[in-house]
């Protein structure tokens, strides 16, 4: 339960901060836990390419 109350806090604190461009949808509670996961977790790439397979899978 913690986990989800801290992925829903995180996602409506970074929509109220960073509105989305009409070209991505918007972090959803799985994408913000993969980022989190492959960022701080594990970080086997740097951060500029998770970041780009983020918006790339967001666009599609």
């Known amino acids: 339960m913690f986990?989800?109350?801290f992925l829903a806090v995180g996602r409506a604190d970074g929509?109220?901060?960073n509105p989305t461009?009409?070209?991505l949808v918007p972090l959803s509670c799985n994408e913000i836990q993969r980022l989190f996961i492959t960022l701080v977790v594990q970080p086997l790439h740097d951060t500029a390419h998770r970041l780009g397979w983020s918006?790339?899978?967001r666009r599609h």
Request: glycine share 0%; hydrophobic share 35%; no cysteine.
């Open 55 to 57: 918006d790339r899978r």
């Open 21 to 23: 461009p009409d070209a």
């Open 3 to 5: 986990a989800h109350a």
């Open 15 to 17: 929509h109220a901060r």
